[in-house]
């Protein structure tokens, strides 16, 4: 069975995958690279690793010259991303062997209409850094850090019904003060790390204002807690902060996963009429 595409590794078919032509002149070299790294996330998302074409194949197909794919492809080998094997040319990697907080793969898999293993990784991922952060926030900030986040909690407050963009940006700034306010350059860069992703999670958690009120309460505790310098405090907060969220992601998922099985019975519904007839 193919997919569109795709070369299926499994099946035994060597029919080598064909990529779209890279039309835009700006940064070529990094557009390449995202092109073929976005197109190795949605083959693993779908279970079907990919063989890439030859290189002058690729070349032709990309619309590039050697250097800057053979410069994309290396990028990616170094991200785990992709492998070259004797006498059997170049072909994607799963998951497990990705460089997984490297800032493009993350914003890559974001891109690509995140799958529930996704969301609650990039969940996963906040539960080990924000409530940690917070702890050190509170025994750290500075006067003017805790006014930051003061300001930022207070924008986020008054903004309950403004758009979805704009409360999410509204949100991100109230963690990237909180992370600011650790004081931790490890901190502040894993959490640049997820910032786009976490973006894209939210557009996803945050659409319902339902959602948005819970978290309020949770956000009000956490800078209290900054305020009090009450680590603790800070750390049980940020924790009930993700859980929340990760409550809200698990819907998400069912809902996913309930459009992707409505496909699927649509699909074999057609089939089976087609057949009929």
């Known amino acids: 069975m193919k997919t569109k595409g795709f070369a299926q590794v499994d099946s035994g078919e060597t029919m ?22 976005r197109r190795v996330v ?14 002058g194949e690729l070349c032709a197909q990309l619309g590039v010259s050697r250097t800057i ?7 990616l080998a170094d991200k785990g991303m992709v492998e070259v094997r004797p006498r059997s040319g170049m072909r994607s990697l799963p998951r497990s062997k990705w460089k997984a907080l490297d800032p493009d793969i993350l914003a890559w898999q974001s891109e690509e209409n995140p799958d529930g293993q996704f969301l609650r990784e990039l ?17 750290r900030a500075t006067a003017e850090d805790i006014a930051a986040i003061e300001a930022a909690f207070e924008r986020r407050v008054a903004a309950a019904d403004a758009s ?5 940006e509204l949100e991100l700034g109230l963690h990237r003060s909180i992370s600011s306010a650790s004081h931790n350059r ?12 976490f973006r894209v999670a939210l557009f996803y958690t945050m659409r319902s204002a339902a959602v948005r009120s819970l978290e309020t309460p949770a956000h ?7 305020r009090r310098r009450d680590p603790l405090s800070a750390r049980s907060a940020a924790d009930r902060v993700v859980a929340n969220v990760m409550v809200a992601v698990e819907h998400v998922i069912r ?8 496909r699927s019975n649509d699909w074999v519904l057609l089939t089976t009429a087609k057949a009929d007839d």
């Open 16 to 37: 080598p995958a064909r990529f779209e032509r890279i039309r835009a002149p700006e940064s070529l070299h990094a557009r390449v690279t995202r092109t073929l790294g």
């Open 42 to 55: 949605r083959a693993d998302q779908e279970t079907t690793p990919i063989i890439f074409p030859s290189e």
């Open 69 to 75: 794919l053979r410069e994309a492809l290396k990028v």
């Open 123 to 139: 969940c996963e991922i906040r539960l080990a850094i924000e409530p940690t952060a917070a702890g050190f926030a509170a025994v």
């Open 164 to 168: 979805l963009e704009e409360f999410i």
């Open 186 to 197: 490890l901190f502040r860069y894993l959490s640049e790390a997820i910032h786009e992703p």
């Open 220 to 226: 009000q505790d956490l800078v209290d807690a900054i």
């Open 255 to 262: 809902r996913l996963e309930g459009r992707k099985a409505n």
